[in-house]
T-cell receptor, first 115, second 112 residues
């Protein structure tokens, strides 16, 4: 039990639609990272938010965007869904972006299926 | 750029046998290395990590990993596995800004 929760657990969308995934971090954790895990692969870094601002981004197009709120919750938004967006989306929270020793605590993930 | 390679996609092993899951990384700078475990239909759980100091790190459930700088490896070992160790194991390296780069994963299948 990491104290990180995600909703919904499962989601089915069709191509072209938009989706919002939600994450609630551990209390006091001001950094949240989002990862995409395609079936049979390791997680790929999407982006990271620190104190409500984007702090870094992986190789994902602008239709992947995010928000972080003062209450330690965050969102991942994906516009114009494509079939290849089908994956498990994981969020991870940590205390600080500055301290490399900080452990990232992962939520259980949201499984998105795009038809 | 940093990358992580897990050489085996699947490792079948009998219960109570030893196991080694291999991980190699490429990095031109100091590294922080992690092993995460993912049980079916669950998120990732931290198993162990190497930040500095002793090159041998241990987890509470009997796994250990050794950081080998000359071979750029961080292999995970357990002397005797249990059925409950069946899971996907991911090796990861920490990039600047607390961003993780993961390997492709190794599925450990423990058979009775």
């Amino acid at each position: 039990e990491t104290g990180v929760t995600q909703s919904p657990t499962h989601l089915i969308k069709t191509r072209g639609q938009q989706v919002t995934l939600r994450c609630s971090s551990q209390s006091g954790h001001n950094t949240v990272s989002w990862y995409q895990q395609a079936l049979g692969q390791g997680p790929q870094f999407i982006f990271q938010y620190y104190r409500e601002e984007e702090n870094g981004r992986g190789n994902f197009p602008p239709r992947f965007s995010g928000l972080q709120f003062p209450n330690y919750s965050s969102e991942l938004n994906v516009n114009a869904l494509e079939l290849d967006d089908s994956a498990l989306y994981l969020c991870a929270s940590s205390l600080s972006k500055a301290a490399s020793q900080e452990t990232q605590y992962f939520g259980p993930g949201t499984r998105l299926l795009v038809l | 750029a940093q990358s992580v390679t897990q050489l085996d996609s699947q490792v079948p092993v009998f219960e109570e046998a030893p196991v080694e899951l291999r991980c190699n990384y490429s990095s031109s700078v100091s590294v922080y290395l992690f092993w995460y475990v993912q049980y079916p239909n669950q998120g990732l759980q931290l198993l162990l990590k190497y930040l500095s100091g002793s090159t041998l790190v241990e987890s509470i459930n009997g796994f250990e990993a050794e950081f080998n700088k000359s071979q750029t490896s961080f292999h995970l070992r357990k002397p005797s596995v249990h059925i409950s160790d069946t899971a996907e194991y991911f090796c990861a390296v920490l990039r600047a800004g607390n961003m993780l780069t993961f390997g492709g994963g190794t599925r450990l299948m423990v058979k009775p």
